[in-house]
């Protein structure tokens, strides 16, 4: 007998996956939580019925979201991460012995316990002495934080369900009061090529520009998430990813990545012109 994994990317497109066995099915207090073992991909979780972690294409997505603001500003030294439970944004901020505290604001620990549990590859780093875990909702977590990080990273779901408030301006207003006078917001940023997606990218966009001086949007390739085309925001109080990244300082460091190089600091930056025109747009 097959298994197949069947994610609903639009109402009318289908992205399935041949599975070995089903590892782990919990409701949470949050969410759905389902593990995998696939032919393809590796381990890999969804949360109620969407792809977020697989063992093949995360090195994508946690360089991206990582390697560009440290690139960009080698001197953070305090990061919070909102979401991120299965550790592999975490993972990649423990590599820069330069940061000195990294916390991280994950909603639901059975996220974060159950990715120790099947996926040591991204959960690995959450001992670091460096990083101290809450188990909270992020959203009231920057509530009335001033000038307290460097650099935040909304590692989040998509703007159902928890992830609803991370998407808000009221989110937003307090991420920009969090940061310092050099700070910088990367977030998850949905996608320009399905139309649901396009919409929260637009909406998310909309928001931020208004907020920050710097306000630029980033793509790469993830082969499981909707289209394979997803996107990143940059925002920042002063540097600016393509003038200011010192990037051959980020070469000298001699951090081995996968997906992430100097090159695709300046590329992932051009977007297409369906996607630049539509971020023009609003
Ligand atoms: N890379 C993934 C993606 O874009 O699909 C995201 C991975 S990570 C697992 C997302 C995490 O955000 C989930 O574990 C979820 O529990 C957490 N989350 C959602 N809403 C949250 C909130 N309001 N505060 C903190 N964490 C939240």
Request: charged fraction near 30%; proline fraction near 4%.
């Amino acid at each position: 007998m097959e298994l197949w994994y069947t994610e609903e990317h639009t109402d009318d497109v289908r992205f399935s996956i041949k599975v070995k066995e089903q590892l782990h099915s919990e409701q949470s207090e949050f969410q759905s939580i389902d593990f995998f073992d696939s032919y393809e991909f590796g381990k890999f979780f969804t949360l109620d019925g969407l792809m977020m972690v697989n063992e093949k294409d995360e090195f994508a997505y946690h360089d991206m979201i990582v390697h560009v603001p440290m690139a960009t500003n080698p001197n953070i030294k305090k990061v919070l991460v909102i979401g991120g439970g299965d550790g592999g944004t975490v993972r990649e901020l423990t590599r820069y012995a330069s940061i000195e505290k990294i916390d991280m604001v994950e909603i639901d620990e059975r996220v974060v316990r159950l990715s120790q549990k099947y996926l040591p590859i991204t959960a690995s780093k959450l001992e670091d002495e460096r990083v101290n875990l809450y188990f909270e909702d992020g959203v009231a977590f920057v509530d009335g934080l001033e000038k307290a990080y460097d650099l935040i990273l909304v590692d989040s779901t998509d703007p159902i369900g928890p992830g609803e408030g991370l998407f808000s301006k009221a989110f937003y207003d307090n991420c920009f009061r969090a940061l310092t006078d050099e700070g910088i917001l990367v977030n998850q940023h949905e996608s320009p090529y399905y139309d649901r997606d396009a919409k929260e990218m637009k909406r998310s966009h909309s928001k931020i520009k208004k907020l920050f001086p710097v306000s630029k949007v980033y793509q790469f390739h993830m082969p499981t998430y909707p289209s394979g085309h997803w996107l990143f925001g940059f925002a920042s109080k002063k540097y600016d990813p393509l003038k200011d990244a010192d990037l051959d300082a980020w070469n000298k460091l001699g951090l081995k990545t996968k997906y992430y190089n100097t090159n695709i600091h300046i590329g992932c930056f051009m977007l297409p012109t369906f996607a630049q025109d539509m971020l023009d747009e609003v």
